[in-house]
């Protein structure tokens, strides 16, 4: 039986890849050749989608906004999410269990809702069209998120971890940066993936709280479907690059999130 | 754990607080004060009381909507959970084969939704697509844009190969935190696979799993771009889940009174299956 | 019960190791006699967690080998040599209760319900367990999981070493002296091979019997509670058993005898030093310094007080020196004179002990 277990993840990841190399497949073809044939490999090998959106400032801008709001996000949802975590992980207070739940019912609601009264609201403090606007937006359902996963690990962690810390001397800042965190290694990779990943994938209040300086690429692939129809060439082209960035983060953390540091020998 | 008392733990909390509820109060304002009035359109409200609230849950359409999306959600929790778990524990824990499995396990997260949709869309077509000619070219009869059951097939298929790397992401990071410790007792004490996976593992990983399925079930019901693109809620309305019923609702016909209230049943019934299974998952805890 | 034998064994973590440092332990020849109490004494990274794991099988060695009564157990794993090891976190299986925790071990190896209910009753009478062993195993407080984890080795009648990984990291402070005299109780009562992995001194010198002490990857010294306070073999034993350690001073040898700083001091050993070019040194513990009319001069630089005598600091040219006094002796207010006891000071050669 443990001979066939790599058997499993080899076949999933079979399975994720054919729409992805198909995606890829469209993304050298021409609008054209997509809806008209059937081909695996694009007869008409094109450059052209890609030209398009890496010489055209108002597509790769687009990248770059979505990445620094996104960025801007993660740093944010993740920091302010660790105390809060740890408090809800460690200490009894007034409201906690109410309090830890009614963050998570701000993931309950469609995105829809907020629409209008975020356009209001970012619109009246003056945020309009800033790459700020849609990072503190996104913290509403990031940052309940990040708390959830956080409690998670750290509440697996001992608290007698503490303790032996405080009793070999380090304070409560050594101890957080040096000893908990490595030990929840695990959890801060796979929370900050997921905070970067929800908000560089979230459409509709990115494209309701900007405009022109802060339009982040999900609002400029929409365009593709405008008066020249469908360009799916050029979706697909702006789908593929999509994934680079959030790539190169699961990159990043992988050795957050694969090491697993037992316990802590302190 | 044995919480230790402490007052000021509020004082760890109060950047989340501060944000989450800022972003919060509002739009919920908003929404209530839309729900209970109505308008004519030209921009002045009358109170209407509950009258949409009878309105949505009396009506046919909603309660047609409301039995897609529950099985839709079944379905798929009933698909990934398990999936994502199972992959997760045939993954390797150590050597080069880990970074190539967690970076190619999560690129399908990272599309943004409406290309999941578009692609899915081209995907599947009968003449065109690759998923579309294989089925066709094994004996189906398949055609998503036409047959109910083949665009219900396509929309499960495509959630499940874009969200179960959740459940295995969170699963995998979940089962690298065991201490090592666990397994060499484990080891001592001479016990089989399946009573590590029954003793050690699953019993560390209920929290983890209790985030994820909260999450897909949350994420499931809400969901809005990619069964929009792929099926547009069709054919006809057969793939038309809860929130595409209600974009069309208060986008086609510019009521938001009954949109509004619609949004709030819709969100007192996730919160209330939300709370019960959270409820039921770390009701073991409270007694330790 | 089994006598444990080791054997040119040597580790290393690394795939190609080339340096000494490479080696997490260096050369090691031990017998541990059967049904003794011992204790792994060193600092942190001294290698005393790899040796353990290396007996219990967790971990295989690089060279040599491990034997259990004579038989080479090097190849086989942990469950094979039947071992018990407790670990410095309490691992318990959180979603059984206490009862099936103890059982646990016996049923894998498929032992009737009734040895199985006997032996768990036995076992948890000794720990005093039998209160809680309806209780799941999670709610009980961190010693009482550790006695779970004790208890898990006990009830396997076929073990023939316990190992204890620095089991008492995590209890209270004042339940650790309560554990710790339970572990010795019991080992009275089984009799069997115990080896407590420690770094605190107090722990392993009332619970072994033994007590072999490590320092990075090397043992250093293997004795008696008594024999390593009396005799320590190595400076490093001298600094680290004792509280206040040992003084160390550097020293010459002329004509036989120690000199520090120009006055003779009388040594147990310094005559049988043969050789040169070593890096001598005077080792005598603060319990065997008086003051005396003549001898070695120093200046006083500190007195504390620790119960019932004090601690004086003194500062001599190459080096300090601690002494106790008894209370109500006088302690000299500046200059003094200093007599080590020639019996209990030895001349050390590069930290080993001239003999």
């Known amino acids: 039986m443990t001979r066939f277990r790599f058997l499993v993840p080899t076949l999933y990841i079979l399975f994720l890849m054919l729409p992805i190399y198909w995606l890829v497949n469209m993304s050298f073809k021409t609008t054209n050749e997509i809806l008209g044939t059937f081909t695996l490999w694009p007869v008409e090998f094109t450059f052209e989608n890609y030209e398009k959106i890496l010489t055209d400032p108002t597509w790769y801008m687009g990248y770059v906004n979505s990445l620094i709001y996104v960025s ?30 009614w963050l998570l019912t701000n993931r309950m609601a469609p995105a829809a809702v907020f ?81 970067f990943m929800f908000s560089w994938v979230e459409l509709l209040l990115a494209k309701t ?58 | 754990m044995n919480k230790t008392e402490n007052q000021k733990a509020w004082l760890f909390v109060l950047p989340v607080v501060l944000l989450v509820a800022f972003n919060a ?67 390797p824990r150590k050597g080069p084969w880990v970074s190539v499995c967690l970076v190619l396990m999560a690129l399908p997260l990272l599309i943004p939704w409406n290309v999941v949709g ?17 089925l066709n070219g094994m004996g189906f009869d398949y055609n998503f844009t036409r047959q109910p059951f083949s665009a219900w097939f396509t929309l499960i298929l495509m959630d499940v190969w874009h969200w179960t790397s959740l459940v295995v992401l969170l699963t995998y990071a ?30 560390k990983l209920k929290r983890v799993l209790t985030i994820a399925i909260l999450l897909r079930f949350m994420d499931s019901f809400n969901i809005y771009t990619e069964p929009f693109v792929l099926t547009g809620g069709g054919p006809g309305n057969a793939t038309t889940l809860l929130s595409i019923d209600l974009v069309k609702i208060a986008l086609g016909q510019f009521d938001l009174g009954p949109a509004a209230a619609m949004s709030l049943v819709y969100f007192l019934i996730i919160l209330l299956l939300s709370w019960i299974f959270y409820t039921l998952m770390m009701r073991n805890e409270a007694q330790q | 019960m089994a006598k444990v034998t080791l054997k040119a064994l040597r580790h290393s973590y690394m795939d190609d190791p080339r340096t000494d440092a490479d080696w997490a332990l260096k050369t090691l020849d031990v017998d541990w006699q059967d049904g003794g109490a011992y204790a792994l004494l060193g600092p942190s990274g001294c290698g005393k967690t790899t040796l353990l794991n290396i007996i219990s099988g967790l971990l295989k060695p690089t060279e040599g080998q491990v034997l259990f009564d004579g038989k080479d157990v090097t190849g086989l794993p942990p469950d094979q040599r039947h071992i018990a090891q407790v670990f410095q976190f309490p691992v318990v299986y959180d979603t059984m209760t206490v009862y099936d925790n103890l059982a646990f071990p016996l049923r894998n190896r498929g032992a ?58 995590v209890i209270d402070p004042h339940l650790k002296w309560q554990l710790r005299s339970k572990l010795k109780e019991l080992h009275q009562r ?144 500046d200059m003094a004179f200093l007599r080590f006891d020639p019996e209990r000071t030895q001349v050390y050669a590069d930290g080993w002990i001239v003999e």
């Open chain 1, 72 to 101: 801007i996000n993660t740093v944010l949802s993740v920091g302010a999410a660790l105390p809060a975590a740890y408090a809800f992980s460690r200490y009894r207070f007034v409201g906690d269990k109410h309090l830890f739940f």
């Open chain 1, 115 to 195: 629409a209008l009264p975020f356009f209001q609201l970012y619109s009246a403090v003056g945020l309009f069209d800033t790459h700020l606007a849609v990072a503190l937006a996104h913290t509403l359902f990031n940052i309940p998120l990040a708390v959830w996963i956080l409690e998670g690990f750290m509440s697996g962690v001992p608290k007698e971890l503490d303790e032996t810390a405080y009793v070999d001397g380090y304070s409560f800042g050594r101890f957080f940066v040096k000893i908990f965190i490595p030990t929840i290694a695990a959890g801060i990779g796979v929370a900050a993936f997921f905070c």
């Open chain 1, 209 to 266: 709280l900007t405009a022109v300086d802060a339009k982040p690429i999900a609002a400029t692939m929409t365009r593709t479907a405008s008066t020249s129809g469908y360009e799916l060439g050029l979706l697909a082209a702006a789908g593929s690059l999509t994934i680079i960035p959030g790539a190169f983060v699961i990159y990043f953390v992988r050795n957050y999130i694969a090491k697993g540091f037992a316990l802590g020998r302190v």
């Open chain 2, 25 to 91: 109060i509002i739009p919920l304002m908003t929404v209530v004060n839309y729900s209970v009035q109505e308008t004519f359109g030209d921009n002045t409200f009358f109170w209407s009381g509950v009258m949409w609230f009878e309105q949505v849950l009396r009506s046919e359409r909603f309660h047609d909507a409301l039995g897609r999306q529950l099985f839709f959600t079944f379905m798929i929790l009933v698909i990934e959970v398990p999936l994502g778990v199972a992959i997760a524990l045939a993954m």
């Open chain 2, 118 to 134: 578009a692609m899915w869309n081209i995907f599947a077509l009968p003449d065109i697509g690759l998923l579309g000619r294989m």
């Open chain 2, 174 to 203: 979940g089962l690298v935190s065991i201490p090592d410790a666990y397994y060499q007792a484990a080891k001592i004490d001479g016990a089989r696979s399946w009573a590590i996976l029954r003793y050690i593992q699953l019993p």
């Open chain 3, 112 to 169: 009737s319900e009734a040895d199985v209910d006997a032996r768990v009753r036995e076992i948890a009478d000794m720990l005093d367990l039998t209160a809680t062993l309806d209780r799941r195993a999670a709610g009980l407080t961190a010693d009482g999981k550790q006695k779970i984890s004790l208890g898990r080795g006990l009830v396997r009648s076929d073990v023939n070493v316990i190992m204890f990984d620095e089991p008492l990291t």
């Open chain 3, 190 to 333: 089984v009799r069997i091979t115990m080896i407590y992995v420690t770094h605190d001194q107090t722990e392993a010198l009332t619970f072994a019997d033994q007590v072999v002490v490590m320092n990075e990857g090397q043992v250093v010294q293997i004795g008696t509670p008594e024999e390593l306070f009396e005799r320590p073999q190595h400076t490093f034993v001298g600094h680290f058993i004792g509280s206040p350690g040992m003084n160390v001073l550097p020293c010459k040898i002329r004509d036989g005898s120690a000199v520090l700083g120009g006055i003779a001091v009388p040594t147990s050993n310094a005559a049988r030093y043969q050789g040169t070019g070593h890096r001598l040194e005077i080792g005598v513990r603060p319990e065997f310094v008086d003051f005396a009319d003549d001898g070695v001069p120093v200046k006083i630089t500190k007195v504390s007080d620790a119960g019932r005598f004090r601690i004086v600091d003194t500062a001599h040219e190459l080096g300090r020196i601690k002494l106790l006094i008894g209370e109500g002796r006088e302690i000299p207010s």
